[in-house]
């Protein structure tokens, strides 16, 4: 059964811009010989031929800066779901080699999972010139546009910045579990809307025979814990006409205000990754959006800047219906494939 | 831009069963001059070989009994939204006939709608035989089953009774508007799903091209009126599955509260119908069910109980828009026609 909870939450969780606005905080340094076991790491598998994603954490021990992304993880997760990492050695490196630097990370982090209906458990997050959001099957990775308010389907979305772009592409964090107290405060009408979930667009990465939308929940309470996801509005008012429906006034209404609150200039901090830097988040307390980025002046377009992800599900993660995060555990192989990069 | 009311509806249309008890206050009686101009209303119109539905109110007048049947239309409008008219002239009349009577007194209620994808202004409320509920093409006119609360699509439905069932087939009416106020009571973090709507099972009458289930709000507040629309819960429970999807917790429980709240003793009143009796209820302020019926003490079948129903939109009625209620108008012709009664 359902419990919409109606007390505000409390602890680290929930908080406002001056609560972490001195980002000492929430910031790991690699040094030089953490950045040395990792780059060996790497140097060895790729020497093996080995497919980092076949390899377990326990065969890629790192010694020296395991504890650091333990806390790293245990900030985002029981903390305020926020961490940078500063340091990551991909300097120098090739994009295959960059990607196996940041699996051995991937692996102290926790389980990396499939993003897209290819089953890519690494994405390039950077123009790929296939187009703009508005279309019917682009996802936000692909773009240099802006971005509004989201959060990613697993427990945590990890940003790995090879290079950065001229101008733009500033990152914004805000807390949801705070977007819900001011909820709770100004808008308790809208709660049980966000319990009941609305419909996302696949973008054409449906699965095999089922219909071009799901259905996910933007809070959901259970354990004694209350766990988001904010899917990008794009998806969100793209999918009731896929289906043949259209959104209600209410849940623009309900999308409108948690989008609102998070932009309020008290409750997000901003930053900008520069290369080798890792940006995480905690998807299932935070969201995030990014600035439009380009080389040019006219933002039409960008060549350089260039982020990988992963998705990262983290060991004995909070439990949660899957109705909370129907992709947490990572997307099934679409129906249609998209292009490689 | 949706606007989700925050304060009790008041007024008479927020009763509760002690403020309707007293029947005489919402029962009209026909006398036997009034009885005998529409008698003869009907007569004139079969004699002509007429269809009644092609007919306009100033060319059947009743003029002893127009005012009677105005004041029941206000009283259902702008007061209790429950009336009773007794007497209604059908005793020894053939079906047909019967139709008709009830044809004429529906052109002085308003204008009637097609309740079905066949495009019926009359139908026959009985135990059709052809299945029940929870089969996937059948409505709640055509069982003996008992029916939960839930309104119909246009501003009034009336229900002339022909014959009653041995045992059952009682009637039960409550307010929405005091349901309304006892949800900001109790449940407030529910109300922007009931503006959100929901989705509601076609039963195999959807339009050609259309999905087979479509969304609807439960409350809808435009020019400083609730209105609400609470359809058949089965058609909300087999809908999600027939789009390929599911119905969340929320939904659930927001379907389920507002069920008992209705079902309250002190919420709802009570009646049953005997012949020449016809009840009339308005859709925009209240819910209604009936228990129930049958000839035989198993309850299996029923071969007697016959009412029959109009679904009748007022003349001037409340302004609202559609997604408050999709068939106000009344159902467009469907892609399969069900079989003729």
Redesign the interface.
């Known amino acids: 059964?359902?419990h919409?909870l109606?007390e505000p939450v409390t602890g680290p969780s929930a908080w406002r811009r001056a609560d972490v606005e001195d980002s000492s905080q929430w910031t790991y340094i690699l040094d030089e010989k953490m950045r040395k076991e990792i780059l060996e790491s790497a140097e060895k598998i790729a020497a093996n031929g080995d497919d980092v994603w076949s390899l377990s954490r326990t065969s890629v021990p790192l010694s020296r800066s395991a504890d650091l992304f333990a806390r790293c993880v245990d900030e985002l997760e029981n903390g305020r779901g926020l961490a940078m990492v500063r340091g990551v050695p991909i300097e120098g490196l090739s994009l295959e080699e960059a990607h196996t630097v940041f699996g051995v990370v991937g692996l102290h982090l926790g389980k990396a999972v499939p993003q897209n209906g290819r089953g890519d458990r690494v994405v390039s997050i950077k123009d790929h010139g296939i187009g703009r959001l508005n279309s019917k099957t682009v996802r936000g990775y692909q773009t240099n546009e802006a971005l509004p308010f989201h959060s990613d389907a697993p427990d945590i979305a990890a940003l790995l910045c090879l290079q950065q772009a001229q101008q733009g592409g500033e990152f914004y964090v805000a807390s949801a579990m705070q977007i819900y107290n001011t909820l709770l405060e100004e808008?308790?009408?809208?709660?049980?809307?966000y319990?009941?979930?609305i419909f996302y667009d696949y973008r054409g990465e449906e699965p095999p025979g089922?219909?071009p939308a799901?259905?996910n929940?933007i809070f959901g309470y259970h354990n004694n814990q209350l766990t988001c996801r904010y899917f990008l509005r794009q998806f969100a008012d793209s999918a009731p006409a896929k289906?043949?429906?259209?959104q209600?006034?209410?849940?623009?209404?309900?999308l409108d205000t948690f989008e609102e609150i998070a932009a309020r200039e008290e409750n997000y901090v901003s930053m900008r990754l520069a290369p080798g830097d890792m940006q995480l988040v905690d998807d299932n307390i935070t969201v995030h959006r990014r600035a439009a980025y380009s080389d040019e002046a006219d933002g039409a377009t960008d060549t350089t800047r260039h982020l990988l992800r992963l998705w990262i599900n983290v060991e004995n993660g909070r439990e949660f219906p899957q109705?909370v995060s129907t992709h947490r555990w990572g997307m099934k192989r679409a129906a249609t494939v998209q292009q490689k990069d």
């Open positions: 059964m359902t919409i109606k808008a308790p009408e809208l709660l049980g809307l319990y009941a979930g089922e219909p799901y259905k929940a289906l043949g429906f259209f209600s006034e209410a849940e623009k209404l309900a109705f």
